[in-house]
């Protein structure tokens, strides 16, 4: 017996309604792994930022070493702040309102460090910014019912540790204004502003850093092309054997940038340079490591962000030192 038209209609109707609340499921499912898999790196980023804390030594007792201290603490707040940054840009598009407001306080608490390591926030209110980040992924993790959250005694212990520094060092600050004099300098160091341009002394370090500036900016082109392919999909185990030199370079050149460190010229522009470079180094090495391991879009777009990121600081490099 022939099936009448109406249930023919019906029938179809029926297979686009199950097609449609497939679809629905497939999407929210994909979705809740997303939400999942950026919460997972962003708990991994915040671990790694108290491990970087834990490197700091609130203990050492000169002036400039605190300083010093101070800045690596600014800047590893920085460097996890921008990778934050990135996972927000993922978390755009993965429709979950707690999950975006896990990445703004964790934001907000990164920030906290920064403005500390600027003797401008107290430890009171860095504290609130810990309690609000940890109840957001709390409140997260609850709702998407997944496992894993930052550990409570690890905030309190980085907040302890960065606070115990920018004490010492305000007290250490304090002690030579009240001393009524300015730090005693050997008169054999100082460098009249200006004179470490042409300064015998600092022409290998110059050299040297010059080198590592225009050998990372002609890699760039070999990685651009492995990219051009991976895009293509026509990407082959010869631009995967050139993405392996290429990265093996940029871990020699972060080696020879961080074994310069005690030769840069003091009171100098170099210095801020040198930490460009070894920031710049970082991230690079840190993406490429990643798409070598698993070369996904995600990867991919990760590897956009910082390269956006380290082209600005390359330009700014070489129209310092004269490369094209």
Known sequence: MKNSPKKIIGGVIILIAIGFIITNLTIKQNQ??????IYKNLITQIDSFHTEIKTLSPSVSEKDQLQEELRKMKTYAQGTKDKVK?????????????LNESIE???????????LANLSITQDA??????????TLENFRLTAQVYGSPDEGDTTEAIDRAFK????????RKSIRLAGDTPKINNDRVIVVGNYWTNPEYSDYRQQIFQIVAEYSNGRKSLSRVL???????LNDNDRSQWSTELNKRRDLLNRINSLSDQIPPYSIYKEHHNLLQQM???????????ANNENSSNRRYLS??????????????????IR
């Open 305 to 322: 962000y910082i390269s956006s990121k380290n082209t600005t600081i390359m330009n700014r490099l070489k129209r310092f030192y004269g």
């Open 126 to 135: 860095l504290k609130a910014k810990s309690d609000s980040m940890l109840k």
């Open 86 to 98: 990135y996972l927000s840009m993922e978390a755009s598009n993965a429709n979950s309102l707690a």
């Open 228 to 234: 051009s392919h991976y895009d293509k999909g026509i």
């Open 32 to 37: 809740k792994e997303k939400q999942i898999y």
């Open 165 to 172: 520094l920018s004490n010492s060092f305000d007290k250490a």
């Open 281 to 291: 180094l970082s991230y690079a090495i840190e993406a490429m490591e990643n798409f």
């Open 105 to 115: 306080k964790t934001n907000k608490y990164l920030s906290g460090f920064e403005q």
